[in-house]
């Protein structure tokens, strides 16, 4: 896929103000002198909000004069809402800063995946504890539910399923609901915020012709703009920080639900999720695999690895997604270069984001099981057997990347940094040593211990008994899912 550094006369300069403000609010927000973003990201981080900004001056353009249909208006509506910084507390961060078409929707900035793994909210100082993920191909994960017949939880969104989809109906129009409320990633205090920010954007008329007039007819309270730019989380005094009557509360929630609803059609179209990648060009008969890509795809289909059990290519009647949406515990080493671990003392603005500090453990789906956000009871009394486990992710576009020397973080943390250390962590998990502290052969001849030892999966990984030949075999398979393949050769 293209990187989009093609300037329009204008837009430049609209892009570096614009990034100058972001740069400045963060730096403005931070806490006595804390500030986990490594220096040599900045750069990165500015070119990549001023890639968001001429998307969105693009697609806004395409708005104003493309003939467009019902379904091309509401995809087009999604994307500008993503790549709209201003629907961030600090008017600094959209979406898309955390997941961008060049690495396959997931982070975007090389230094923050090699370092932080982690990546920043509009309160620059906040940063969350897991990486993000790539959200192709996330449409098509079903609304959570227990599957009897497999004895599993299915579906969801988030690496802990929490996003189930129960009130939406659909798991990931519930998703786009949870970034813009977080305080440590978009940080409204509201949702009215985000109906409020809308309301004062150049494509209101856009969203109100397809939502109907209804859609923004708020009485909004006169200090509606004061709050909306405080940071979040609210009060537990005042939760809902916009006083509006039932009536105005009721449309902004409605209109709430249309905009998470755009956003996921978006997702879930040919633009985000399109099956073009070198492995469907070979499946459909219009490509062949190198004989280097063909041994590591027998590979990841055999009992060797079992690979395919979990990261399904495909079945009777199911698409090639490269995951069963089906949540599992590798027994990955904790990420001791997240922030989050450090955020245990009040921000200057009185949050904190991890009270338990280095104590905090990611129970994964467990955890959200356990947690009052588990909408279905029945589902608590399972949720020590699912500590630690976290949702599989699909694996088109784990490698795309800008660039060859471009850095991506892998599992839920961003504990491994490549392709070949994944596959060297399913191969060697349970052959190699445990590393002793500072040990210059972690991931190459020992490994750490795992977060969350009591549910680690023994059975299909940990000791494959696979040649370092056979290893990059897997990682070149791997590397045709990557999405805007052209047989014509590159
Ligand atoms: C500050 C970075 C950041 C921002 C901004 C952000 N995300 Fe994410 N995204 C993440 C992280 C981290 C995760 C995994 C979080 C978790 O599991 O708790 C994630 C997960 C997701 C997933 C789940 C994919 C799956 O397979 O389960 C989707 C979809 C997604 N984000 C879409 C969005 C949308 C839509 C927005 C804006 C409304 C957004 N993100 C804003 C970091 C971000
Ligand atoms: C038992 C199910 C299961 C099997 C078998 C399995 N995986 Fe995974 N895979 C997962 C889960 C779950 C994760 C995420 C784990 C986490 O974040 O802690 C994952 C993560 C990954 C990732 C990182 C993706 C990302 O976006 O971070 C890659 C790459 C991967 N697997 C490839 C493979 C390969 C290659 C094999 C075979 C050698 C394999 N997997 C076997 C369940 C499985």
């Known amino acids: 896929m293209k990187t989009h550094y093609a300037w329009v006369a204008g837009t430049t300069a609209i892009g570096l103000l614009a990034a100058a403000t972001a740069l400045r609010s963060g730096e403005a927000d931070s806490p006595t002198g804390w500030d986990p973003i490594p220096a040599t990201a900045r750069k990165e981080i500015k070119s990549v909000e001023m890639e968001i900004d001429h998307i969105e001056a693009e697609s806004l353009d395409r708005a104003r004069w493309a003939a467009l249909d019902r379904f091309q208006q509401i995809t087009l509506l999604g994307k500008i809402i993503f790549y709209d910084k201003d629907l961030s507390v600090n008017r600094n961060e959209a979406c898309s800063f955390c997941h961008m078409p060049e690495t396959g929707f997931s ?31 996330a449409s098509y994960s079903p609304v959570l539910h227990y599957n009897l017949e497999q004895g599993d939880f ?15 109906d659909s798991a990931l129009a519930e998703q786009a609901q949870g970034p813009p409320l977080n305080p440590v990633e978009m940080g409204l205090i509201d949702p009215a915020c985000m109906v409020y920010r809308i309301s004062q954007s150049p494509y209101r008329s856009m969203a109100q012709s397809l939502w109907g ?13 004061q709050v909306c730019d405080r940071p979040g989380p609210a009060p537990d005094v005042d939760p809902l920080p916009v006083h509006l009557g039932p009536v ?48 590591g795809y027998e590979l ?13 290519d495909g079945g009777p009647g199911e698409e090639p997604l490269f995951t069963d ?10 990420n001791p270069d997240l922030p989050f671990y450090k955020e245990n003392t009040p921000d200057q603005l009185g949050y904190t984001a991890n009270p338990d500090g280095l104590k905090f453990l990611d129970l994964g789906v467990g955890g959200f099981l356990a947690s009052p956000q588990n909408p279905n009871h029945e589902w608590a009394a399972m949720a020590k057997s699912y500590f630690g486990k976290y949702k599989t992710p699909t694996l088109r576009n784990v490698d795309m990347r800008p660039r060859t020397d471009f850095v991506k973080a892998y599992m839920h943390n961003g504990y491994l940094k490549s392709l070949k250390e994944v596959v060297h962590f399913y191969n060697t998990r349970d052959t190699l040593p445990r590393c002793k502290p500072g040990d210059p052969g972690e991931k190459i001849t020992c490994w750490p211990a795992p977060e969350n030892p009591a549910t680690i999966n023994r059975k ?13 075999m897997l990682v070149a398979f791997l590397q045709t899912l990557t999405d805007g393949y052209s047989p014509s050769g590159k």
């Open 107 to 137: 982070g975007p900035v090389s230094v923050l995946n090699q370092t932080t793994a982690a990546y920043p909210g509009s309160v620059r100082t906040r940063f969350s504890g897991r990486r993000p993920q790539s959200h192709t191909y």
């Open 154 to 168: 299915v579906g969801g969104q988030f690496w802990d399923m929490r996003a189930t989809g129960l009130r939406l």
């Open 213 to 225: 007039a209804q859609a923004f007819a708020v009485q909004w309270p006169a200090n509606a703009k």
């Open 248 to 295: 105005d509360r009721g449309i902004a929630q409605t209109t709430f639900d249309r905009i998470a609803e755009a956003i996921a059609t978006f997702e879930g179209s040919p633009e985000v999720a399109p099956f073009s990648s070198k492995y469907d060009y070979v499946m459909a008969g219009r490509a062949e695999f190198t004989p280097q890509e063909k041994a």
């Open 300 to 312: 990841f289909r055999s009992k060797t690895t079992h690979c395919n059990e979990c990261h399904r």
């Open 325 to 334: 949406f089906t949540a599992s515990n590798l027994g990955v080493p904790p």
């Open 460 to 472: 299909q990984l940990g000791d494959l008994k696979l040649t370092g030949q056979q290893e990059d």
